[in-house]
Each structure stands twice: as structure tokens, then as C-alpha cells.
């Protein structure tokens, strides 16, 4: 994968000039945060979505679906914490007027000394070559240590400061640590205060308080309060879960970093209800599984790690993440949690109706435990979208821009090109159109030269395309060509159907 900042921008030029992204309203100078998915990026998105619930719903017996609104009662937020907890410390810098998410700035400072022992570590093993031992070196290298004891005493004056809502040692820490903004270079900051992170608006007429709704800013409530509804309806035996798809909102202090972090965004959301006690085994379960379904993709598993969460949330006994190396570095992509009874419990007890389970085998009755997965669309298609983007220099010297999306995942699966629009071919291309169109996404093309048309169908990531020439006519053959490799071979039209839908079939 290329890295680095000219490379991100690179990938945000060709996301719009091939209409992947656009910004939301650009032509009133857009809107900040927000963005529009074009023509190649909302069928790449629905692919994605495809996948994820198919891999959800469909492969799993005891997983089904669910599609609930994003208005809810304003008491679901208050039980789940939200209207109290959902916050982000902010600080502003009093020079640039820059707003920064305070606990941001700590974690890229440590990020950094962290950096420092990484490249300490490159250099010795460098110099030492095979006789290189890195546990060694890492223990007893001084300036390793010494970085190592800073990072250590920042996290744990930081997590402290984060669980005890100590806003002021967090604004203490970020001036002892020297952390000046990166915009106006100074050490000039306000102090730390809370922001909550959700929309709201009114229902009805009235703007009275009590007609005050939020915009939800994640999908997982909306399973909570409908658990006993699909487990009754669905005659669902613990375990199971209930998986969804759909818009979450939240107003971010810093949203840069283009569809990373968005104001309104799109989650694929699973919560596995379990027998309490057993979640430790189930949140192991749906860790590794969650990691079996992105190697699945095809994209290097070497772009994937876990980190395990410093400060858990308030509903959690076990969280981790999955990171994903982006092009700025290693970020959060899928969130895996083990959220106990705190939702069903609370939901309980501000509504009053029972949440229970009565379990056959036990003779028990019990508010089920939660495991959570929780993976944000837009996340996941930035992922692919730069693993995918390649610059490649090709034998004869000239350049391509390839996206070599996973073709299971790729907007367009087949292109087809006559090699010119008389003598039949075009009547020909359309045939085979409608021999294909049916199975799977395809597109026609008759304008340009193949070699135009070809990078086109590159830069979109486009896994085949299939030229119909004068030989077409004669023997009813075709040249289909491959993304990856360039590689062209002569096929039967009738052979064409089957070499696309083997390519694009889910590989689980
Ligand atoms: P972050 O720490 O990056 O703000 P989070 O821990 O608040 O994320 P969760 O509440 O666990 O995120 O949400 C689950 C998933 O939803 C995340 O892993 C991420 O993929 C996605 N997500 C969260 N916030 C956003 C956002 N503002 N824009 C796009 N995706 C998001």
C-alpha cells in the first residue's frame, strides 16, 4: 500500500474525479464532515453492506436482521448514557482558534515517543543484522527505556484523568508535555471542557424540552429495545443475535481526515445476546471471527492488528479494536465489545418492562449479556478504497492508476468494449450485455481507443473487461482481460459468465 499525505490526497482527488465521493452541497462549498457517495462509491458501499449482512445474517443460523428507526423515545438515551456521558473533552488553542479533542492530543504525543522507539529498533536491527534479538534490545536499550517509562507514566496519568473526569490534570498534562498546536506552533490553550456529542432536534410543533429528540449516534440501541420483540417473534434461543445496517450521527469536534471521521455516517452493528458468565468465550468467538471476515477480503493481513481499550467504556468489561493501517497510520476501524447487562438492565429499568430471557435449559430467567460488533461502513470503504489505489509504471513506460479493489467488492465487475461500433460489433457488445447483465454489475463502452478505455476501467477497479472484435463474429469468442495482471486470453462467450462469477464469489 503507498502511504503518506500526498498519497491520501491523491486518493480523495480520484474518489471524486471517478465518482466515488463528492462533498456534500460542494456547490454551495460543501458542508463540513459530510459526504455524498457517487455513482462507483454507493455500488461499492452496497457491495460492502452486502457482504457484511450476508456474512451476519445469512452464513450465521442463529443471527437475523433488523432495520429500526433513527428517531427513538429521548428516554432510550437517557438509560443507555448517552445524554449524560456520550462527551469528548475539547480544548481550544487561543491563538489559532483551532478546536482539538484534548485526549487526541495526549494519544499523538505518546504515539510519537512510540515512533521513536520503532525507529530505534529499525536502526539496531539494521546494524545487528540476523544476530538481532528485538525483545532483548527493547528491554535493555537506555533510550528505549527511557521513552518506554514516559509512555507508561503519560497513560497512566491520562487514563486516570479520563476516569475520573479530571478535566483539569488533562489540561495540566498538555502543558507539562509541551504539546503546542500544530497550526500556531503555541502553548496557549484553554481549559478542558466536556462537549456532548449528539444532534438533536424537535418532534412536532412545539419546541418545548419535551419534544426534544436526538439523531441517534449509534445503531446499537435500536436492537436493545427491540430484543424481546425478534426473540419472541423469532423464536430465538440464547445464544443469538441481531445485526443492522444503517445512518448514525455525531456532531465531532475535529472532523478532518475526509470520510474517517464523518458527522453523519453508516454502521454495521451485530449485538449477540449470551448467557451471563459466558461472554468472555463469546467476545473471544466474535474477535476472531471478525478478523477471519477482513483477511477474507483478500486485502494483507498485515494492514490489520488488535489493540486492546486503555479506559473502558462505562457499559463495558472487555473491549478491543481492529486497526486498520491507513494511510496516516494505524486507526480504529471495528470496535468488538463486551457490553454485559448494561443496556437490557437499563433499558429495564427506565422502562419498566421486563428484558429478560427465560432460559429452557437452566430454568432460569436472566437479563442476557451483550457482545458487540460494530464496524463503520464509511471506515471500511476509505480501507479498501487505499489498499486498493495503486500507481503502477508499466513495461512500455507509461503510467496506470489501478484500484485493485477486492473484485468480490468492485462497483462494476465487467466491462464491455467492442473494439469499434460498426460492423456489427456494437449489436454483438449488446448481446453479450444482456448475457451478463442479469448476474452482475456491468458496463458498456464503445467510444475512445481499448487502451482509454481499458485505464478507465482501471480506475475504477473494474476486475475484467471483455473486447469484442471481427474474430467475435466468426467463432463467437472474446479477449477478456484481467485487472491485476494485464493478462488477455481468448474465451467462448458462453465460458465469459462463469470466469466473472468465480472471480467475484464470497470467499469466506
Ligand atoms: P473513535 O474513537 O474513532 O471516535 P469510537 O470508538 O467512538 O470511534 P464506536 O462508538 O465504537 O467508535 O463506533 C463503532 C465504529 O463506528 C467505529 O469503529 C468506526 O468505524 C465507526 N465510527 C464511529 N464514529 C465515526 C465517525 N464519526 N465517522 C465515521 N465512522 C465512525
Not at 500500500?1 to 462549498?29: N, P, T, W
Not at 477480503?297 to 463495558?316: E, I, N, V
Not at 467463432?475 to 484481467?482: A, K, L, M, P, Q
Request: hydrophobic share 35%; proline share 3%.
Amino acid at each position: 500500500m503507498l502511504k503518506g499525505d500526498d498519497v491520501f490526497k491523491k486518493i480523495i482527488a480520484h474518489a471524486k474525479e471517478y465518482g466515488f465521493i463528492f462533498q456534500s452541497s460542494e456547490i454551495y462549498d460543501g458542508l463540513s464532515a459530510v459526504y455524498d457517495y457517487g455513482q462507483n462509491g454507493s455500488a461499492l458501499k452496497n457491495n460492502i453492506k452486502d457482504y457484511w449482512w450476508k456474512s451476519m445474517v445469512q452464513f450465521n443460523e442463529n443471527i437475523v436482521g433488523i432495520d429500526a428507526a433513527i428517531f427513538m423515545h429521548p428516554t432510550v438515551w437517557k438509560a443507555s448514557g448517552h445524554v449524560d456521558a456520550f462527551n469528548d473533552p475539547l480544548i481550544d488553542n487561543k491563538d489559532s482558534k483551532k478546536r482539538y479533542r484534548a485526549d487526541v492530543l495526549i494519544e499523538d504525543h505518546m504515539a510519537k515517543l512510540d515512533d521513536k522507539i520503532n525507529k530505534e529498533v529499525e536502526k539496531a536491527a539494521k546494524r545487528f543484522g540476523d544476530s538481532f534479538d528485538e525483545a532483548i534490545f527493547r528491554q535493555t536499550n537506555p533510550r528505549v527505556l527511557a521513552n518506554q517509562e514516559k509512555i507508561d507514566s503519560i497513560r497512566k496519568r491520562f487514563v486516570k484523568g479520563l476516569e475520573e473526569n479530571d478535566l483539569k490534570d488533562l489540561k495540566a498534562l498538555i502543558e507539562d508535555l509541551e504539546i503546542v498546536c500544530p497550526v500556531s506552533g503555541s502553548k496557549n490553550w484553554t481549559d478542558v471542557r466536556q462537549f456532548n456529542l449528539m444532534f438533536n432536534t424537535q418532534m412536532g410543533s412545539l419546541s418545548e424540552d419535551s419534544n426534544l429528540i436526538y439523531l441517534r449516534p449509534e445503531t446499537a440501541q435500536g436492537i436493545f429495545v427491540n430484543y424481546l420483540n425478534v426473540q419472541k417473534t423469532g423464536r430465538m434461543k440464547i445464544p443469538f443475535g441481531i445485526a443492522q445496517i444503517g445512518k448514525a450521527f455525531r456532531n465531532e469536534i475535529v472532523a478532518r481526515q475526509f470520510i474517517f471521521r464523518m458527522r453523519e455516517f453508516e454502521q454495521m452493528e451485530m449485538q449477540f445476546f449470551v448467557r451471563p458468565g459466558e461472554e468472555m468465550t463469546w467476545y473471544k468467538h466474535w474477535k476472531d471471527e471478525r478478523m477471519k471476515w477482513h483477511h477474507s477480503m483478500g486485502m494483507p493481513q498485515s494492514l490489520y492488528r488488535f489493540h486492546d481499550h486503555d479506559k473502558l467504556a462505562h457499559y463495558a468489561n472487555a473491549a478491543a479494536d481492529i486497526e486498520f493501517e491507513f494511510p496516516f497510520g494505524f486507526k480504529e476501524l471495528e470496535g468488538i465489545h463486551s457490553r454485559t447487562d448494561f443496556d437490557l438492565g437499563a433499558h429495564q429499568k427506565f422502562s419498566g418492562k421486563k428484558l429478560q430471557y427465560f432460559d429452557p435449559e437452566t430454568n432460569e430467567s436472566y437479563v442476557p449479556y451483550v457482545v458487540e460488533t460494530s464496524i463503520g461502513l464509511d471506515r471500511m470503504f476509505l480501507a479498501i478504497l487505499s489498499q486498493s489505489y495503486n500507481e503502477e509504471t508499466l513495461e512500455d513506460g507509461s503510467q496506470r492508476v489501478v484500484l485493485n479493489i477486492p473484485p468480490m467488492l468492485a462497483p462494476i465487475k465487467a466491462a464491455v468494449l467492442p473494439l469499434m461500433k460498426k460492423d456489427g460489433l456494437a449489436e454483438k457488445g449488446r448481446e453479450v450485455m444482456d448475457l451478463l447483465k442479469y448476474d452482475f454489475m456491468c458496463t458498456y463502452e464503445e467510444k475512445d481507443a481499448i487502451g482509454r478505455r481499458y485505464r478507465r476501467q482501471d480506475a475504477i477497479g473494474t476486475p475484467y473487461c471483455i473486447t469484442i472484435d471481427h474474430q467475435t463474429l466468426e467463432d463467437n469468442t472474446v479477449t477478456i482481460r484481467e485487472r491485476d495482471t494485464m493478462q488477455q486470453e481468448r474465451i467462448p462467450v458462453e465460458k465469459v459468465k462463469n470466469v466473472v462469477l468465480e472471480k467475484i464469489k464470497y470467499k469466506v
